[in-house]
């Protein structure tokens, strides 16, 4: 008789880590079937390591089976005990990369039925995803429902307001976050800047300037970047060569 090897949830959370490491998604397809017949899918950290393999992968595959990933992993996710809000914040990510509204709302439903939307990472990855689907009046609005957003949150909101052409919106909205004394990161930075090229704001350009040396970002790629082409845009070349001090 053959003797029958069954893979633990650590075994699988390696070889699923291989899998990302490789972009082999032939093998992440017969990985997710033995999950799901194993019943493994009911392990919380078996399904985030499955979650973070796809979205590692996603950028090396271009099919339109991807599309239909969302929802298969819904199925049989609302009938789980355990706490779910990870996975749905993983799954929000996924329809963000997608650019997946429907299947972003299906999760967003989910979220309100197991009573986990208000999570802060959940609420995060709900305004990004409504964000990047193009809806930041839906992204608004889950902001608003947040009791103390943190930097996360905060960032999520002013670079989908930016990446939907919410220029003043943006700038209105990194006004209150400092005025709540929440500190910008380099994401909430750049989209600031990128606001102000778009709105001709040489002085709002300016004091971000300042805002960056105090926060010692002025050896961020992505930062510096962004304020050299506010200054080529605002001024002139010669002026963006001041930013090269850095």
Known sequence: M??????????????????????????????????VRTGLVLNNYVMCSLLDMYIECIEHESSEQWKKVPLK???????????ENIIIASMLKWCSLLLNLDAGKVFHSLARKLDVHSYPYVTSALVDMYSKCGMPEAASRDFERVEDPGIITWSSLISGLSWNGWFV??????????????????????????????????????????????????????????????????????????????
């Open 169 to 246: 919106e943006a700038l209105t909205c990194f006004q209150k976050m400092q005025l709540n004394g929440i500190e910008a990161n380099e994401f909430t930075l750049t989209s600031v800047i990128l606001a102000s090229v778009a709105l001709s704001d040489l002085r709002k350009g300016r004091e971000l300037d300042c805002k960056i040396l105090k926060a010692c970002y002025e050896s961020n790629l992505s930062v510096v970047n962004m304020l050299i082409n506010l200054y080529s845009e605002l001024i002139t070349i010669k002026h963006s060569r001041y930013v090269l001090r850095f």
């Open 2 to 35: 053959h003797e029958v090897c069954y893979c633990d949830d650590f075994t699988i959370t390696g070889i699923l880590k291989a899998i990302s490491s490789l972009h082999e998604m032939d093998y992440g397809w017969q990985v997710h079937g033995y999950i």
């Open 73 to 83: 992993v819904y199925v049989g996710l609302e009938r789980r005990e355990s706490n």
